[in-house]
């Protein structure tokens, strides 16, 4: 059964279209047909992501009412689906929230499944992506600031009424001054789904125009979204390997 996911943070810059666009990839490397729409209409950036920032149809002429969301659905050259929203400022009049309800509705019938990047923060473009899921996905650093803003962001959705599949902690450096999973697991209630190092190779897909599950597919990050779409599809992780396995035991992380 197809699913919209609202992958949401509370705070900016802490991963979450980076995210968004990994997932989506790795839900396509398991042979799912996936489509991501940039629910954040005040700074998009998955157009940016994959290479298509400026498009003849987006979601924001979808939202106004001009274009049908089958014509605003872009795909990437690696199989994954896109809906860019768009840059420029004078296309975010008429638009009408309301209509995302719809949007996701009529993707389901099309994809296996629906990926919302939603704006941060918890303003009304949020809102309306949460209204719109079957599922929330938060988003997460582990420090306290980011986990603050991401418990702000898991209450307004099980106030909506809106399931929260769990948390994904992005940026990880195992430092001893970041906060512990357990910590961060026990302040926001929800299960965490998958931690992803900080890797260096972010910055050279996003250049490339592609996600690093692509890019870099044998990276702790690539492998770490890899395994949480894993676990969202109900699919088999990847194996761990005898060298992976032994480090395990030795107390070492990826």
Do not use: C, W
Not at 154 to 172: N, S, W
Not at 193 to 211: F, I, S, T
Request: positive net charge; aromatic residues 6%.
């Amino acid at each position: 059964m197809s699913k919209v996911y609202v992958v949401a943070s509370g705070k900016g810059g802490v991963g979450k279209t980076t995210t968004v666009a990994n997932l989506g990839a790795a839900m396509t490397k398991f042979k799912e047909d996936v489509v991501i729409v940039d629910t954040n209409l005040t700074t998009p950036n998955v157009g940016l992501h994959f290479g298509a920032p400026i498009v003849p149809v987006n979601l924001n002429h979808v939202l106004q009412g001009k274009a049908d969301i089958e014509d605003a659905v872009y795909e990437h050259e690696s199989g994954i689906k896109i809906v860019p929203s768009s840059l420029s400022l004078k296309d975010l009049k008429k638009v009408k929230l309301d209509n995302l309800y719809d949007v996701g509705k009529d993707l389901k019938k099309m994809y296996d499944h629906v990926i919302f990047d939603s704006a941060a923060g918890l303003g009304d473009e949020v809102k309306a992506a949460i209204d719109s899921a079957d599922e929330v996905i938060i988003v997460a650093n582990p420090n306290i600031l980011s986990v603050t803003d991401a418990l702000k962001t898991v209450k307004l959705a099980k106030d909506m009424g809106k399931p929260v599949a769990g948390a994904i902690v992005t940026r990880v450096n195992y430092d001893k001054n970041e906060m512990a999973l357990e910590s961060v697991q026990e302040m926001l209630e929800i299960p965490i789904l998958g931690v992803v190092p900080e890797d260096r190779n972010m910055l050279a897909a996003l250049n490339k125009k592609d996600a690093l599950v692509n890019t870099k597919p044998r990276s702790s990050a690539s492998k770490a979204y890899m395994d949480i779409a894993a676990k969202l599809l109900g699919k088999k992780k990847r194996s761990a390997g005898f060298f992976r396995k032994f480090l395990g035991l030795l107390g070492f992380k990826e």
